[in-house]
């Protein structure tokens, strides 16, 4: 006969139970797509990269008993299949599919006699998954002045923007940032004196200090803003401007280590927005060909195809999370004379862009934003016909405050990110 067991939770809590004489725990993780176990232990499976095949013993006697446990809280992506390997299990024969797709989860196998066979005596989710604090400052950084600079500026969690802090690194206007890590942020790519396109990048620590150059990776580029993704501090920078607009990304990994180039999805531009949303996802919308559409980033960073626009198209528009899980794009140039907006436009925890919210401060282009607080932002500087400094608070709802005084150096075409756990 043949048939599916599906992955049944009992209705009970409880912990995984030793045998009477002791569960021996196999220290080694099991990563392979395959592993026959044996009676008498358990063991770690992660199935971070693949699913798994655990291949049960050949013979067994009542009362062996083998733990598994979802290392990595992985299996709801990769599943992990049962093979009795020729035994009974709920007494069923080895003809059916024994699979656990739930993430967390944890199974306590008991053998009975040969007529039930291997029998669950828990197989319980840990519901509880640790979640990672919210990052409360922000770093603006980097610009032009008149003539192009490094200095930055802190934020602080109730956001308020510090004093200019001296140039590190090389001066530039419109490099990526993003957090990463967690708790850290990262600037790269950018344009530098001349024309000159750079892909050096500088890291920026849990204190908000930012480090010299570092060695670049991937195709020198401006215009190409950052987001967080993942659930384990990854980030990504994408699109630009290198002689003519690009699509290529460039996945920067939980150590702040930039990826090789990534083959472009969606239409290539310079100087769209980009920013989280749904807690481990990112959008990238806007940029400088006229049109509004957006690109939706997965939790293990690919870039999606177009979406159709919604607001106003314009190019180089603030962006940043708020309110935990979504995200806002404030700001930017449409094209016309003078054409700067001050429109903003919500991102759902879905990552669908709502139409323009009329502005309700004067509108610029060139200005930057971060997030800050754990559930707000902040946008600051730009060019308002003329360069400047003030900024403007965003709430947990995504509503925009009045200019506040500016500080630091007035500059446009910068950069921003969060970092630090503390506030």
């Known amino acids: 006969m043949s048939g599916t067991i599906g ?63 979802d290392f990595a809280r992985t299996w709801g992506t990769n599943s992990v299949t049962l093979d009795s390997n020729g035994l009974n299990f709920q007494g069923n ?10 993430s967390g989860q944890s199974v306590n196998l008991i053998y009975s006699d040969s007529t039930k066979g291997w029998i669950p005596l828990e197989d319980d989710v840990v519901a509880e998954e640790p979640v990672a604090p919210a990052t409360q400052r922000a770093i603006f950084a980097f610009g032009s002045a008149g003539s192009l ?20 690194g090389t001066a530039r206007q419109v490099p990526g940032g993003a957090n990463y890590g967690g708790d850290k942020a990262i600037f790269a790519f950018g344009q530098a004196a001349g024309g000159t396109n750079l892909n050096t990048r500088n890291l920026v620590n849990n204190s908000g200090v930012i480090a010299s150059d570092a060695s670049g990776t991937g195709t020198v580029r ?10 384990s501090g990854q980030a990504i920078i994408a699109y630009g ?19 090789a180039d990534v083959s472009g999805v969606g239409t290539a531009r310079n100087q769209p927005g980009a920013t989280e949303y749904g807690e481990d996802k990112a959008i990238f919308a806007y940029g400088d060909n006229g049109n509004s559409m957006s690109n939706l980033v997965t939790n293990v960073g690919v870039i999606g195809t177009d979406v159709t626009g919604v607001g ?21 140039y449409d094209g016309g004379d003078p054409g700067l907006t001050s429109s903003t436009n919500l991102v759902s925890n879905q990552g669908v862009i709502a139409s323009d919210v009329s502005g309700v401060v004067s509108a610029r282009q060139g200005s930057a934003a971060a997030s800050y607080g754990g559930d707000k932002a902040i946008s600051a500087f730009g060019d308002a016909s003329g360069k400047i400094s003030i900024s403007n608070l965003i709430n947990n709802q995504g509503v925009v405050g009045a200019n506040v005084t500016g500080v630091g150096t007035d500059r446009s075409n910068l950069s921003a990110a969060n970092y630090s756990y503390s506030a």
Do not use: M, Q
Not at 156 to 168: L, W
């Open 7 to 69: 992955s049944n939770i009992l209705s009970h809590s409880g912990t995984v139970a030793e045998t009477a004489a002791g569960l021996n725990w196999v220290s080694t993780v099991v990563t392979a797509s395959t592993v026959t176990v044996e009676s008498g232990n358990g063991y770690w499976i992660n199935t971070t990269s693949n699913a798994c095949t655990i291949t049960l013993p050949a013979s067994a006697e009542a009362g062996d008993n083998i733990v598994i446990v």
């Open 93 to 102: 024969d080895d003809t059916y599919t024994v699979e656990y797709t739930t």
């Open 149 to 168: 600079t490094g200095v930055s500026n802190l934020v602080n969690s109730s956001g308020v923007v510090a004093s200019d802090v001296s140039a590190v």
């Open 222 to 231: 401006y215009g190409c803003p950052g987001a967080s993704y993942g659930s």
């Open 241 to 259: 401007n290198n002689s003519g607009a690009i699509n290529i990304s460039s996945l920067i990994n939980n150590s702040g280590v930039v990826s």
């Open 312 to 332: 106003t198209a314009r190019a180089g528009p603030g962006a940043a999370s708020y309110g935990g899980d979504k995200g806002i794009f404030l700001f930017g």
